[in-house]
């Protein structure tokens, strides 16, 4: 003989009403980056974590990193974008696609679309980017070579590095 469950029943749900992929949400299920060692442009799937290069064959990481506190790592090469809060802090070598610093930077900084330094943010070292942004309060010790779409290149001077 059976016995009769005592499991609540859950509510039917309506599979037709139920968008599974990106495009029927409306957003794009394909992001456009740019390979940071050969320039190749590429599609990949927006979900992805990480890729190969189609023409120059390096593997390339896709995730974007947040550092909330002093980072144990001094290389980071990503195709994502980095964001270094106000108690964040990084020493050594970065690359990414867009870099916001609020906590503080020592080291080359190498972004293909922008930099952002805040009125928070310290940086101390070399910056190469397409677009840089400065706040007045920032502090920005070294240099940054900026990268014009006329292939013309502006050299920008902060404050001088201490020896």
Not at 109 to 138: C, H, M, N, Y
């Amino acid at each position: 003989m059976a016995q009769a469950s005592n499991h609540p029943r859950l509510p039917m749900i309506p599979w037709g009403d139920v968008r599974r992929r990106p495009e029927d949400r409306g957003s794009s299920s394909v992001m456009e980056i740019d390979c940071p060692l050969c320039g190749q442009a590429l599609k990949v799937p927006a979900r992805a974590i990480n890729t190969r290069c189609t023409h120059c064959h390096k593997h390339l990481y896709l995730e974007n990193i947040v550092i909330t506190d002093l980072s144990g790592r001094t290389r980071i090469n990503t195709c994502g974008d980095v964001v270094i809060e106000a108690a964040g802090r990084f020493s050594g070598e970065l690359q990414a696609t867009s870099v916001h610093i609020s906590g503080r930077m020592l080291g080359s900084l190498v972004a293909t679309r922008s930099v952002t330094i805040t009125r928070s943010g310290k940086f101390a070292g070399v910056i190469a980017t397409r677009e840089l942004q400065i706040a007045p309060d920032a502090v920005f010790q070294g240099e940054a070579f900026v990268l014009h779409e006329d292939g013309t290149v502006t050299h920008v001077q902060g404050e001088p590095l201490e020896a």
